[in-house]
């Protein structure tokens, strides 16, 4: 089992009165709400426990992408990727990835993905997302054409990084006469790529085609096991098994020194979480087009419900967030790796809403020092268990 | 006047099939619909060919029950369908009367082929991008605040559906499909086309822009932007009525189209279908 330290970088400083006055931490959240000086601190404060995280031993440090929101504050992962390359040794640094459906210059985020490769020594992971839905209200970009402009993005990214001769690319959606990028990334053919699936079948058997590492987004136990056993199916009409490291359980963990104590200080954070960092209409989850018929009517039959509609009980219970001391996180995440069916990397979201910083630190090293030892041999190939 | 019935039927063109209602007899009057309202032969209709009109009333691509024609991606498409549209009808030269989103496709037909055009009639339509008078943004309003913005006088909620009542998947995803299609034409530039008012003056059929008084998603600034520049335009408004016009006021704006067209007979431009 590989480890890795995932942050957000939430604003957490909402009003007292956010519930009743605002749809959303996003988009039209006004950013009078936002004290740049608080901020500055904050990115002070996250980027030392991404680094705290890679001293104490994670296999991966990770960021992502969000615009417009209190949610995540990372308009842009590469540039704080960048930050962690010169202050970082060992750990993997994960990008969670680029937002590549609303990107206007793909060829932009190849370079910048293999400039990270060759300032961290080729530690670079590279997630492609297509962007949420209201960030397509936020960058203007037509959600009808999500799924084909990521499509073509990451083809002409994938073919920027690979080939051994300069070319030209005629696309729908873009146009480059000459594609010759410098610098090439150090990891060969590329870097991995990592593709966050959310029960769609296209991006299942996109990822298994691929031998891409297929990573979940927060959902209950249930519908996660149905998306990694159609990942674990798609490779498997392709004729293969699947390496475990190529399925990614990503979920918020908060450990302390009792149950007691974790329970008491992550139920506010997760709260703030479900309920008031990814609260959102139904308007700004869906744009039009950015859901086929097909996915929207899967997802709609499948009985998923608005996040902010679990109780801190349900999420617990439903495998949304797994909270304790660590022999009860340990035990948990080995019932859930059961319960999914087996992954080869946790993704864990350790920095949870306004969780303090003591929090966040004590949290990862009893994870570093007492969860990760007992639940290494997990998801594992077997030919390198009997190694 | 017994309400006309109309016929149903889907033309067949190289991209898809196209659905139609058409009813009512006399000059043909080719009516681009809303956003909302496809696929339903609506009191507005039945009155307008009760007037003496043939009404003809397709669904635009991806709309009601036509097809997708995927391969229309933005509203340029969307005049060379309507022009396959008029040819499959066998029309040289009809009535057009477009509202909101069907007046933009009217205004961009108009200036591309004006000389296919008998009579041009713009309900509130979309097309132009006025500064000071944005357009709502449709595709983030909630039901709720959906009606409130296209009535001026929004009619009750539907009663909430009962806990644990099963969702009308069907209806959902028609609508979903629906407002795919308008995003795909409408999403960015937001319902506008920025060369469109700069070629309004190659617009010769007679005009009748037409605005409900009320209107909070597009303001009543931009038909009076269209009246401004087409050439010898009538403007009217409809008074105590919101965006939704035709389906708020439909006896008040199918007597006015009815009269404006009664008007301007296609006999008098010497062409009759």
Redesign the interface.
């Known amino acids: 089992m590989k480890f890795s330290f995932f942050h957000l970088m939430p604003y957490p400083y909402l009003p007292d009165d956010f519930d009743e006055k605002y749809d959303s931490s996003a988009l039209?959240y006004p950013n009078a709400n936002f004290d740049p000086k608080l901020g500055s601190e904050l990115y002070g404060r996250y980027l030392d426990e991404l680094e705290y995280a890679d001293q104490l031993g994670f296999d991966g440090i990770a960021v992502n992408e969000h615009h417009q929101s209190a949610y995540g504050l990372m308009p842009s992962p590469n540039l704080m990727a960048a930050a962690l390359t010169r202050r970082t040794s060992s750990a993997r640094i994960m990008v969670l990835g680029n937002a590549i459906g609303i990107r206007g210059n793909p060829l932009r985020v190849a370079e910048e993905i293999a400039m990270l490769d060759l300032m961290s020594g080729g530690r670079v992971d590279s997630g492609f997302v297509r962007g949420i839905g209201w960030e397509?209200?936020g960058h203007?970009?037509?959600?009808?054409k999500s799924r084909e402009r990521f499509d073509e993005a990451h083809d002409l990214i994938i073919k920027a990084w690979t080939s051994p001769e300069m070319f030209s690319w005629y696309g729908k959606n873009y146009e480059y006469r000459y594609v010759n990028i410098w610098p090439r990334p150090v990891q060969q053919p590329h870097p991995p790529i990592y593709i966050p699936g959310a029960g769609s079948t296209e991006t299942m058997r996109f990822c298994a085609e691929r031998k891409y590492t297929y990573m979940s987004v927060y959902a209950p136990t249930s519908i996660v096991r149905r998306w990694f056993d159609g990942y674990r199916q798609a490779a498997a009409d392709l004729g293969y098994v699947p390496d475990p490291e190529k399925i990614a359980f990503s979920v918020p963990v908060y450990v302390a020194d009792t149950d007691e104590q974790a329970h008491r200080e992550a139920r506010p954070a997760l709260e703030w979480l479900y309920r008031k960092g990814l609260k959102q209409?139904?308007?700004?989850v869906?744009?039009?087009?950015y859901?086929s018929?097909g996915s929207?009517?899967g997802v709609?039959?499948s009985g998923m419900r608005v996040l902010g509609g679990f109780s801190y009980e349900d999420l617990l219970a439903n495998g949304q967030a797994v909270v304790g001391s660590a022999a009860a996180v340990a035990d948990r995440l080995a019932d859930l790796y059961e319960k999914l069916g087996g992954f080869g990397q946790l993704i864990g979201l350790f920095a949870i809403g306004p969780s303090t910083h003591q929090q966040v630190m004590r949290s990862a090293e009893l994870f570093a020092s007492d969860v990760m030892p007992a639940l290494r041999p997990l998801g594992v190939a077997a030919e390198r268990t009997t190694a | 006047m017994a309400d006309v019935v109309p016929t149903e039927e889907f033309l067949e063109l190289a991209g898809g099939r196209v659905h139609l209602l058409r009813g009512g007899t006399g000059e043909p009057v080719l009516f681009l619909h809303a956003a909302g309202g496809a696929g339903a032969w609506h009191p507005f209709h039945a009155l307008l060919a009760g007037a003496g009109f043939e009404v003809l009333a397709p669904d635009h691509p991806g709309f009601g029950k036509s097809d997708d024609f995927p391969d229309a991606e933005a509203i340029d498409d969307l005049v060379y369908h309507y022009l396959d549209v008029i040819d499959a009808l066998g029309l040289s030269r009809p009535h057009v009367v477009g509202a909101s989103f069907g007046g933009w496709i009217a205004a961009e037909l108009a200036v591309h082929s004006p000389h296919r055009i008998g009579s041009l009639t713009l309900l509130s339509a979309a097309g132009l991008r006025l500064p000071d008078h944005p357009v709502a943004?449709i595709?983030?309003?909630?039901p709720a605040k959906l009606a409130a913005t296209l009535f001026h006088d929004p009619p009750p909620p539907a009663p909430a559906p009962a806990p644990g009542a099963p969702?009308d998947?069907d209806a959902?995803?028609a609508a979903?499909?629906e407002?795919?299609s308008?995003?795909?034409f409408s999403?960015?530039p937001?319902f506008y086309d920025p060369k469109l008012e700069r070629r309004l003056h190659r617009i010769t059929a007679p005009t009748l822009v037409a605005a409900p008084s009320d209107d909070r998603l597009i303001p009543v600034a931009h038909a009076q932007r269209y009246a401004a520049l087409i050439s010898g335009a009538a403007y009217a408004e409809v008074a105590d009525c919101g965006h939704a016009m035709y389906f708020e006021r439909p006896t008040e704006f199918a007597s006015l189209v009815a009269s404006f067209l009664a008007s301007h007979p296609l006999a008098e431009s010497g062409v009759s279908r």
């Not at chain 1, 209409?281 to 700004?284: L, P, S, V």
């Not at chain 1, 869906?286 to 087009?289: C, E, N, V």
């Open positions: 039209t397509y209200f203007s970009i037509n959600p009808v209409t139904a308007e700004m869906t744009p039009p087009g859901m018929p929207l009517r709609l039959a | 943004d595709f983030l309003l909630p969702l998947l959902i995803i979903y499909r407002a795919t308008l995003a795909r999403w960015v937001y």
